[in-house]
């Protein structure tokens, strides 16, 4: 197994843009794609990752650039698989903020010839491919459509039950479940920033000073 | 063990008005309870279930009154537990649309004196006691409070990581959740009532005919 941690380096997490200048969105962004990296490496399989980034990036990681839209760029790593061999291949999102090695070993060990790890809204956070003829598309309800792609070349569909790779970080309520769960450097980098849990309100949310 | 499934029988779901009338909330918050203990019957242990409703409530399940605020009535049990003997007792919520047999016997089978489920915002969305000191404070981010109460009566803590257990049903945007993931009757009863998803904005939504 190989993973693919896609990451788009300009202008990221736009949505985070009440909480975060664009400067520290950037920033943060790196954070978020470092501790998924480092989580992946600290998993019991410890399988190689490529970062799949639209731009040159400096990360612990080999990278490779492609500035296609996310699906197609994905779905190329796909095609490049069948052409390569069997390998299976992971994809997994940066920002898995809450993402532990353990909840990535019951990702790469969950059996199936398509894995899918849910995420919050519709979205899809972790696939793992090993059929031949399974494709991605991330617009709208990725996780239904995949589930139908999934039926529609016959593979065998796994999906992964987990809160940790289920929350991606994109809307500042999110910034709240970083505090609460996230294990690697992103809480801290939020509190060094002044960053707190504020409990005044029906669901958690975030203060900063 | 035995589970507890805690029920506001009154003006329940007040945060679903803006998708659901008064009598429709309180009619889909049955629907939801009712998926909860279906679930629970389905699981391999199928450990016996009282709900404990704030007031009389027409179940398939047998029913205990209290209605004291939710802690108050959920540490009730717990100290009924201790005087009664050491059996596990597991509170589970009654709004997880998304909770499978599976899923519980995850939260049912974990090793641990407390055993916690983490929900969105904060919250503590599944419980499993088996020590006599611990007890539980719904309010505010009520999963980080529940962390530090087993740690200070020295409980084992253990953290159980599923999706399906973290999403409960408060506001408008979790009903795409229930349309996407739940396998009871809460979607077909929100889709007999003309909600779809909704995939023309961001983050996936529910529209109503």
């Not at 970062?51 to 990681?61: C, I, K, M, W």
């Not at 992971?90 to 990535?104: E, G, H, I, K």
């Amino acid at each position: 197994m190989r993973v693919v941690v896609p990451f788009a380096a300009a202008a990221p997490k736009t949505r985070l843009g009440p909480a975060l200048s664009a400067a520290e969105r950037v920033e943060f962004s790196r954070v978020l794609l470092a501790d998924v990296l480092g989580a992946i490496d600290d998993t019991d399989r410890q399988p190689p990752v490529t970062v799949l980034s639209t731009e040159p990036v400096d990360v612990d990681a080999s990278v490779s650039v492609d500035d296609r839209p996310l699906s197609d760029a994905v779905n190329a790593v796909f095609e490049d698989r069948v052409a390569g061999g069997d390998e299976a291949v992971a994809v997994v999102m940066s920002d898995l903020a809450l993402a532990t090695p353990a909840a990535l070993d019951r990702l790469f060990g969950a059996d199936g010839d398509v894995v899918l790890a849910p995420g919050r809204g519709g979205g899809t956070n972790a696939v793992v491919s090993r059929h031949p003829g399974f494709r991605v598309d991330y617009h709208g309800a990725s996780i239904r459509d995949h589930r139908r792609a999934a039926g529609a070349v016959g593979a065998d569909l796994t999906e992964v039950d987990s809160y940790r790779l289920g929350i991606d970080v994109d809307e500042p309520e999110d910034l709240a479940e970083v505090l609460l769960h996230g294990r690697g450097a992103a809480p801290t980098w939020l509190r060094e920033r002044g960053f707190e849990l504020d409990v005044s309100g029906g669901r958690v949310s975030v203060a900063r000073e």
